[in-house]
């Protein structure tokens, strides 16, 4: 999603607005919200709500109250309390939707966390706030070597500048405690402003940083994610997923959040099947569970000491030899309930576009078509015809070049007709 300023440059580049996560429109800002109470207008006599909704760099987002009654609206740059001096943000959110999120996150309206807006950022403000963003690069190189050197077991993952340029945050993350007091000496030695050092984990780390997952997409907590709640194994064996922590982790080392997102339909889908480690007790032996299709509804089972021979039952057909099991009753064998599917189990593979080709739309190759089937013929047919046929050839050829004798009046010709006739005088003199 794009704001209305991002579009190609030169020579294909992309142009964008080049603010760098403070786009004016917030249509390429990350965590951006959708407000659909814009368009719907207050009863008469309730006035708006007066807290906003407003964003810091890399999707930090905080309450503040509107005491001043300003007109804001979204993508407005405003000036915050904070401590010491001020912060710079951009409106993200207001209206009624605000009171609905404070709600969810469980933030109380009246309380001294949620501070103030000052004022609308003059230009003086925004210069102070791009030359302190300008800044942040070079110190987080700088700042990583200075902990290299010290031989620190952290990693420096961002840096945020307040507004007014007065306090630096340093973001890190660190699998046991570190002590820092000797990095934050030489930090304020280096950059000669206020430090702060803050922890976080490795999921918002990759939700500051941002990514490509392996489904293609941007991270789904860089975007749109606003809570991390907690992925357990459990929900890879209940999708029949391969425990592979290659595949199932993410960009930051964790179990991916998408693997809850479809967990309560499989949970659903699983309470019809049996559980796995009831065995199914037939005449012919034991049948242990081997395999299952949550989408097909089918079960493999193998008896014991043949491991390599699976039949597969259906949902229904395993739970009526468990109910018969219960009632102490027992079943022929498994091959009954598995001859069954046999008929049912084939599958008609058909073409995914629609039964159309893939290259209908490329150009057909010129073939000499006619070439090859006289190649073919000749080769086809015996050796007695393919004489015959030249055979034909060549009288046709004589009888061609005869005519064009007759036709042509030459002189050999005229005294041949004339060496006739006197002939034919002479056979009638016979005659």
Request: charged share 30%; aromatic share 8%.
């Amino acid at each position: 999603m794009g704001c209305s300023s991002c579009s190609s440059g030169k020579d294909g580049q992309p142009k964008g607005c080049k603010n760098n996560g403070t786009c004016g429109t917030d249509g390429c800002n990350k965590l951006t919200v959708f407000d659909w109470l814009s368009n719907m207008s207050l009863p008469s006599g309730v006035s708006p709500f007066h807290c906003v909704e407003i964003r810091f760099k890399n999707g930090r987002k905080e309450f503040f109250k509107n005491t001043e009654n300003l007109s804001l609206s979204i993508g407005d740059i405003v000036a915050t309390e904070s401590s010491p001096g001020h912060d710079i943000g951009m409106v993200t959110l207001t209206g009624e939707l605000v009171r609905i999120q404070m709600k969810k996150k469980k933030v109380d309206v009246e309380s001294e966390e949620v501070r103030k807006i000052y004022r609308k950022a003059s230009q003086k403000d925004i210069d102070i706030w791009q030359k302190a963003r300008d800044r942040e690069e070079p110190m987080k190189v700088r700042a990583r070597q200075i902990a290299i050197r010290l031989e620190l077991q952290m990693k420096i993952s961002d840096i945020e500048f307040q507004g007014d340029g007065s306090k630096c945050t340093f973001y890190y993350t660190a699998e046991d405690r570190v002590d820092f007091r000797q990095l934050i000496k030489e930090f304020a030695q280096e950059f000669n402003t206020r430090i702060e050092m803050r922890q976080i984990g490795f999921r918002q780390e990759a939700a500051r940083l941002g990514g490509i997952g392996s489904c293609g997409r941007e991270l789904c907590c860089s975007t749109w994610l606003t809570d991390f709640r907690s992925v357990n194994t459990s929900a890879a064996r209940y999708q029949q997923l391969s425990l592979n922590p290659q595949k199932l982790a993410g960009q930051c080392g964790k179990l991916k959040c998408c693997l809850n997102y479809e967990l309560d339909s499989y949970i659903d889908a699983l309470k019809e099947f049996p559980k796995t480690d009831i065995k199914l007790r037939t005449e012919k032996g034991t049948a242990v569970f081997q395999k299952i299709d949550i989408f097909k509804g089918y079960l493999w089972y193998a008896y014991e000491g043949e491991w390599m021979n699976w039949h597969m039952i259906s949902v229904a057909h395993a739970n009526e030899i468990i109910e018969a099991n219960n009632n102490k009753e027992t079943v022929a064998s498994l091959e009954e309930f598995a001859s069954e599917l046999l008929a049912d189990t084939k599958v008609d593979f058909e073409n995914v576009v629609g039964q159309d080709s893939l290259t209908r739309f490329d150009q057909p190759k010129k073939s000499n078509r006619r070439k090859k089937k006289r190649n073919r013929n000749t080769k086809n047919k015996p050796k007695s015809e393919a004489i015959k046929n030249n055979v034909q050839k060549q009288h046709a050829s004589k009888g061609k070049s005869r005519n064009t004798e007759n036709k042509s009046p030459n002189k050999k010709s005229s005294q041949s007709n004339r060496r006739r006739k006197p002939q034919q005088g002479k056979n009638n003199d016979k005659a």
